[in-house]
């Protein structure tokens, strides 16, 4: 497949195309099953998964995949929208003219009369144009807690850990060297282990939370992201994953203790 630059035209044909592909998928009379059988929370993980590819297509910076995991991130706003207006709620078009409305709105230095080239300025304007439309107070929303809670909201936990852990140094919830986050994890994971052996599941689960946020404040520490830390370590493991099972025909779940052992210091020197 090759990519051009297509003109407004076939921009606008290239999208219907699309929306009647999704239509006919979900159409009663000979559509699919599977697609059929969808619901706005059934897609939730769909579309947490697709714009999870997006961001590894772009940090793969291959602009082909790129293309094609946003189609798939594109496939999932175009499903959301055909179930809305199969239930009269809304359709394709609310959704693009309620974000070109918004960008509208919160841009006045573009589509307004504000004269401005400042980007705290610009991002002060966006924050008061968004408080303004929310009925909310704009001081309340400059709030330290209502931020966190956005953040918590919005983000993967991992990420949004970060986040938290960075917007609250900022503000003074910092320890004064290293040696006092590293404190911090340890005793995080002796509760974590007091827990795990004499407590109920739920203060295992919090000590858990607890600790893997004091190692995501060690990250912060020293400049690391979490996030991508994980997703390395992830594609490692299958890599090695990968070497294991070239090494024999036998399934992984056949193999001894002992064997797996063997198998992964192999993988492990042959992928070094």
């Not at 307004?112 to 008061?128: L, S």
């Not at 909201?153 to 004064?176: C, D, H, N, T, V």
């Not at 939370?209 to 991508?228: H, K, M």
Request: glycine share 4%.
């Amino acid at each position: 497949m090759t990519f051009g630059i297509p003109d407004a035209d076939a921009n606008l044909r290239a999208l219907q195309h699309l929306l009647d592909v999704v239509a006919k998928l979900r159409s009663p009379d000979g559509g699919c099953p599977w697609d059929l059988a969808q619901t706005h929370e059934s897609l939730i993980p769909y579309v947490i998964e697709e714009a999870y590819e997006v961001v590894d297509a772009i940090q793969g910076g291959d602009s082909k995949a790129i293309a094609e995991e946003l189609g798939d991130l594109l496939l999932q706003v175009v499903l959301h929208s055909q179930i809305g207006k199969e239930s009269n709620t809304f359709a394709i078009a609310e959704v693009a003219e309620v974000i070109a409305q918004k960008l509208i709105r919160r841009h006045p230095h573009v589509f307004g009369d504000v004269q401005t080239d400042d980007i705290q300025e610009i991002h002060q304007n966006w924050e008061r144009i968004k408080a303004e439309e929310k009925g909310e107070d704009l001081a309340q929303t400059q709030k330290l807690s209502y931020k966190l809670k956005r953040y918590a909201r919005s983000l993967p936990p991992l990420m949004a850990g970060l986040k938290i852990s960075q917007k609250a140094a900022e503000q003074g919830f910092e320890w004064e060297n290293a040696d006092g986050v590293w404190a911090k994890f340890h005793e995080e994971l002796d509760e974590l282990h007091q827990a795990i052996e004499h407590e109920s599941k739920e203060n295992q689960q919090a000590e858990l939370g607890d600790l893997l946020f004091t190692l995501i404040n060690v990250a912060r520490w020293y400049d690391l992201d979490p996030s991508e830390a994980l997703q390395s370590t992830n594609r490692k493991f299958i890599q090695r994953l990968e070497k294991i099972e070239s090494f024999s025909d036998r399934p992984i779940s056949s193999f001894t203790t002992e064997e797996l052992d063997r198998y992964w210091k192999l993988a492990k020197e042959k992928l070094m």
